[in-house]
């Protein structure tokens, strides 16, 4: 005598409070209040223990999601010391040397960290609707449009710098 998987999914998965909606791994269609072991949208049939593991990644991307504006700030923090050392070093050195140089490196450093830190806005872009609307810290788009545009100045900046 064998058990269907589907019972025995049942079985070992018993109800419970979801955090996050499960979604169906097909279409994506809520399947809150899901009757049958069979997407109502599109007939895909799932399994209890997919969805259970479609929710732990979720929670883990709305985890990431609510520190992306500390990462933002840590990118305006690299961008702006990344500028100042490129200053420092355009005075240092003058028109030429070992400062301009060694000032141009960290600032591209910077500049491509704090680039990177900007775009990570687009964890929280690509939630599902749903899940963006349960981050309690919305991203400071502003801030990542600062980042990134400062970014990709900075970096034409240390590329195209006579000296």
């Known amino acids: 005598m064998s058990i269907d998987p589907r019972e025995l999914d049942r079985m070992v998965h018993r109800e419970r409070k979801r955090v996050v909606?499960?979604?169906?791994?097909?279409?994506?269609?809520?399947?809150?209040?899901?009757?049958?072991?069979?997407?109502?949208?599109?007939?895909?049939?799932?399994?209890?223990?997919?969805?259970?593991?479609?929710?732990?990644?979720?929670?883990?991307?709305?985890?990431?999601?609510?520190?992306?504006?500390?990462?933002?700030?840590?990118?305006?923090?690299?961008?702006?010391?990344?500028?100042?050392?490129?200053?420092?070093?355009?005075?240092?050195?003058?028109?030429?040397?070992?400062?301009?140089?060694?000032?141009?490196?960290?600032?591209?450093?910077?500049?491509?960290?704090g680039l990177s830190l900007g775009f990570s806005v687009f964890r929280f872009l690509r939630l599902p609707e749903d899940l963006r609307n349960r981050v309690t810290h919305k991203p400071d788009l502003r801030l990542a449009v600062i980042d990134i545009g400062l970014g990709l100045v900075m970096l034409a900046t240390c590329m195209f710098l006579p000296g």
């Open 21 to 113: 909606p499960p979604l169906c791994p097909n279409c994506g269609y809520d399947l809150r209040g899901a009757t049958s072991d069979r997407c109502s949208e599109c007939g895909e049939v799932f399994y209890l223990r997919d969805l259970e593991s479609q929710e732990a990644e979720h929670l883990a991307k709305l985890h990431e999601a609510e520190g992306v504006n500390e990462l933002l700030g840590i990118g305006f923090k690299f961008i702006v010391g990344g500028a100042a050392l490129l200053l420092l070093g355009i005075v240092l050195g003058g028109a030429g040397g070992l400062a301009i140089c060694l000032g141009r490196v960290i600032a591209f450093g910077c500049a491509v960290a």
